[in-house]
């Protein structure tokens, strides 16, 4: 089946701690987003990707980093530069930026403490 | 700049009720419009879609058309299911200039009662 998966479900760690979180997709879609999603406010834009080797920031790119080595692969790391890092983080791709759907991943819940 | 506005939540229904999620927009340009469902603990999944004035999307019963005398999109379900219990994001793509990324409303919640 194709899809989009990201791993760990639910993630701890202690202030002061980069995690990485993944994501992979098996569609061959050239773009993929990291979304940030908190109650009451919708989905955020991070980063997003347009091709391998190529991404760009979002609305909210402060304190995070990625990395699109791969076509697959877009892990998205919360550096200790974030100052709100707990939230709900969504993956997703589509064939191309633009008018395309998005399919995205389970999500990954993220709580730092 | 572009925006989406939704109505606030959460909507409670009871089964079989007729839904209505209103979904206005601001835009330049002609933009794609969205409807996206999350269900509890999931990501989110296209739910219908329309690219262009007096388009009507729909999917698994829900229906919405493209309004652009009133920049409108609203979500519709003429009988609701408990199973629809989720929260409904709206969104717009615009096609002009190079800014191609989603824009997003905040969300609905949805509880649908037996």
């Known amino acids: 089946d194709g899809g989009i998966t990201q791993s760990p479900k639910y993630l701890f760690r202690k202030e002061g701690q980069n995690v990485t979180l993944s994501c992979e997709q098996n569609?061959?879609?050239?773009?993929m987003y990291w979304y940030r999603q908190d109650p009451g406010q919708g989905l955020r834009l991070i980063y997003y990707?347009?091709?391998?080797?190529?991404?760009q920031k979002g609305d909210i790119a402060e304190g995070y980093s990625v990395s699109r080595e791969k076509k697959e692969s877009f892990p998205l790391t919360v550096t200790s530069a974030q100052k709100n890092p707990t939230a709900f983080y969504l993956c997703?791709?589509?064939?191309?930026?633009?008018?395309?759907?998005?399919?995205f991943g389970p999500g990954t819940r993220l709580t730092v403490t | 700049g572009d925006s989406v506005t939704q109505m606030e939540g959460p909507v409670t229904l009871s089964e079989e009720a007729c839904l209505t999620i209103n979904c206005t927009y601001t835009a330049t340009g002609y933009p794609s419009l969205f409807w996206y469902v999350q269900y509890p603990g999931e990501g989110l999944q296209l739910l219908l879609k329309a690219t262009k004035a007096d388009d009507k999307g729909s999917n698994k019963g829900f229906e919405a058309t493209y309004r652009k005398e009133t920049t409108s999109f609203h979500l519709e379900k003429g009988s609701v299911q408990v199973s629809d219990s989720a929260v409904y994001f709206c969104?717009?793509?615009?096609?002009?200039?190079?800014?191609?990324?989603?824009?997003w409303g905040l969300g609905t919640s949805l509880a649908v009662n037996p």
């Open positions: 969104a717009l793509i615009t096609n002009a200039g190079n800014n191609r990324k989603l824009i």
């Open positions: 569609l061959n879609h050239d773009a």
């Open positions: 997703a791709s589509s064939i191309q930026t633009g008018a395309y759907e998005q399919y």
């Open positions: 990707s347009q091709i391998v080797n190529d991404f």
